[in-house]
């Protein structure tokens, strides 16, 4: 089974989104298997965004994915990796469609609300930013025969 990281960016904590957002993968039906709710320090903003590093909007998305918490959540189910990025809508929300994340959360580039991974390298390059192995929980959810 496939598996993913996304975070809920400080703006999502800030305005109270986080549970509406979770929700939104609960109900598609893909497993939660890790929750993190944590303040990145510089460093580890780096580190999670170090394939952008040089780029114009770097600097200023640092100080935003540093501004406050952040809750990482991993999760588990078929093709979730570029299922969670559709759900997710275009990076700008003004470009994202109705009825994604982005597009019904999000009015600016600069807080766009949510991080996907978006590639099994990304996956396997971010998860362990947030979680070690022993973090991830296994076991058995009910409905996913039916999901
Ligand atoms: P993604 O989050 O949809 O994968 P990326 O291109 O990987 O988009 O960019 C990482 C993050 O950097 C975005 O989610 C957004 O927060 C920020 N970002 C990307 N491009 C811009 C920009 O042109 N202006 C401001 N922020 C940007
Ligand atoms: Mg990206």
Same mark, same amino acid.
Request: proline fraction near 7%; avoid cysteine; aromatic fraction near 12%.
């Given at each position: 089974m496939e598996r993913t990281l996304i975070i809920l960016k400080p703006d999502t904590v800030q305005r109270g989104l986080m549970g509406r957002v979770i929700s939104r993968f609960e109900d598609r039906?893909? +497993?939660?298997?890790?929750? +993190?709710?944590?303040r990145l !320090?510089?460093?580890t903003a780096e580190e999670l965004y170090a394939t952008h590093k040089g &780029? #114009?909007? /770097? #600097? @200023?998305?640092?100080? /935003?994915?540093? !501004?406050? @918490?952040?809750?990482?959540?991993?999760?588990?189910?078929?093709?979730?990796?570029?299922?969670?990025?559709?759900m997710m809508g275009k990076t700008n929300p003004r470009e994202a469609a109705p009825g994604s994340i982005r597009g019904d959360f999000g009015q600016r580039m600069e807080f766009n609300v949510i991080h996907g991974s978006d590639s099994q390298e990304s996956v396997e390059r971010e998860l362990p930013v947030f979680f070690s192995p022993d973090d991830?929980? &296994? /076991?058995?959810?009910? +409905? !996913?025969r039916w999901s």
């Open positions: 039906g893909f +497993k939660i298997i890790g929750f +993190k709710f944590a !320090s510089t460093e &780029k #114009p909007f /770097y #600097p @200023p998305l640092i100080e /935003y994915i540093t !501004s406050g @918490p952040v809750l990482a959540v991993a999760l588990e189910g078929h093709d979730v990796i570029e299922e969670v990025r559709a991830l929980v &296994k /076991y058995d959810m009910e +409905k !996913s």
